[in-house]
Nanobody
Framework: QVQLVESGGGLVQAGGSLRLSCAASGRTVSTTVMGWFRQAPGKEREFVAAITWSGLSTYYGESVKGRFTISRDNAKNTVYLQMNSLKPEDTADYYC????????????????WGQGTQVTVSS
């Protein structure tokens, strides 16, 4: 089994920054591809970013390109999401997800999900 625990969410003003972390434990061989998704109240879940094991391949949702950066530290089994130039529309619950090598970065399917961390951006 794989456990994913997100942290780093909070309240920030528009234009500010936050860094989310996702720590993986358990059968981490199943966390080759790591991704971030978000879901705002009343809206569908949205793909944010994903990264392969090597870190050489990343993929971003259109709404966050140029503002968010995904990275990982495999020695710590942790993936990060650096969020800059935050906007009120970035307000959502952010979820970490993991999948094996065959996982498509954007479409998944991702096999493991964290509980989420809340991000609120005030205007």
């Amino acid at each position: 089994q794989v456990q994913l625990v997100e942290s780093g969410g909070g309240l920030v003003q528009a234009g500010g920054s936050l860094r989310l972390s996702c720590a993986a434990s358990g059968r981490t061989v199943s966390t080759t591809v790591m991704g971030w998704f978000r879901q705002a109240p009343g809206k569908e879940r949205e793909f944010v970013a994903a990264i392969t094991w090597s870190g050489l391949s990343t993929y971003y949702g259109e709404s966050v390109k140029g503002r968010f950066t995904i990275s990982r530290d495999n020695a710590k089994n942790t993936v990060y999401l650096q969020m800059n130039s935050l906007k009120p529309e970035d307000t959502a619950d952010y979820y970490c997800a993991a999948g094996p090598t065959t996982t498509n970065l954007q479409r998944g399917p991702y096999n493991h999900w964290g509980q989420g961390t809340q991000v609120t951006v005030s205007s």
